[in-house]
């Protein structure tokens, strides 16, 4: 077995007398696209706020290659990288398709404001290759059409799409995806599973993501971890935990159906 890319160890997360994650572990392997599934007020958007650095547990350690990640802020945890996008889309709508990516790249920016200024040497370098990168995310995600127009005019779906080639520039080794195909038609939903998939199979990454479509996690996810009351009840391949009674009975104790929406 190779060292996992992620180890979510043993956190404990509490607001007053709640416990949004009670003691939750789990890892991530290289290239394994990893679901977080539970009823409503479960702590998936608390584990997202945790593995960010946007919540700081009281207990646990989260790791992602050698580095612990807690106590460490966004921004440095974004650099070590973990990358996420978000259940309501947050682009800047104003802006193009390209100058949205491009603020992904933000952070890998390493050239001084005066080097900018004059243009010369290491910020055209670092400039160039900063456009390369976007325009092959431009293309793996197909938004060639697009990428001159504002974000705020294009198809919900596409937008959906831009938020994730934004997480893709900045380079990240994990990828966090929120909800990933919440509002989507059927068909806006196949484009996003073929993506999620392509970004596993074909730029290797590893990918998180928290989701209430059963249909698509059942479908495409490597492994699936089951929450409840901030708790995991159950952690395994999707035919493992579609038959685990414990996560049969979290969903109202009926059964889980292809295409179910939990919560
Ligand atoms: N900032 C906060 N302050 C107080 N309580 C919080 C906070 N964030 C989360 N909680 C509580 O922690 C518990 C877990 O919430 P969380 O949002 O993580 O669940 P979830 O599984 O993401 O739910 P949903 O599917 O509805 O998004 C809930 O009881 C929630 O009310």
């Known amino acids: 077995m190779t060292e996992p890319l992620l180890v979510f160890d043993d956190v ?12 939750v ?16 007020g479960a702590g998936k958007t608390s584990i997202f706020n945790v593995l960010s650095g946007v919540y700081r547990p009281q207990q646990g350690s989260v790791r992602l290659g050698g580095d612990e990640l807690l106590r460490k802020s966004p921004p440095t945890i974004a650099r070590l990288g973990m990358a ?3 259940q309501n889309i947050e682009l800047f709508t104003n802006l193009t398709v390209l100058d949205n990516l491009m603020l992904g790249r933000h952070q890998h920016i390493n050239y001084t404001a005066l080097e900018a200024f004059v243009w010369v040497g290491r910020a055209r370098r670092e400039e160039i290759r900063h456009r390369r990168l976007v325009e092959e995310i431009v293309d793996f995600l197909e938004l060639e059409q697009w990428r001159k127009m504002p974000v ?22 994990i990828l966090l995806l929120d909800e990933p195909v919440a509002g989507m038609n059927l068909e806006e939903t196949e484009d996003m599973a073929r993506y999620i998939l392509d970004i596993r199979d074909e730029l290797d990454l590893s990918l998180i993501m928290v989701e209430h479509d059963m249909g698509l996690v059942m ?24 038959r685990d009674p414990a996560v049969l009975h979290a969903y109202l104790g009926g059964e889980l159906t292809d295409g179910e929406v939990a919560g």
């Open 12 to 23: 404990h997360l509490s607001f007053g007398a709640v416990k949004a994650v009670n003691g």
């Open 219 to 242: 479908d495409i996810a490597d492994r699936v971890m089951v929450l409840d009351f901030g708790t995991r009840i159950a952690i395994g391949t999707p035919a493992e935990v579609q």
């Open 25 to 40: 572990s789990f890892d991530v392997g290289r290239n394994e696209l990893f679901a977080v599934i539970g009823p409503n």
């Open 152 to 173: 705020g005019l294009l198809p919900y779906g596409v937008q959906k799409r831009v938020e994730l080639g934004r997480a893709l520039a900045m380079e990240p080794k």
């Open 84 to 86: 996420r996008t978000f």
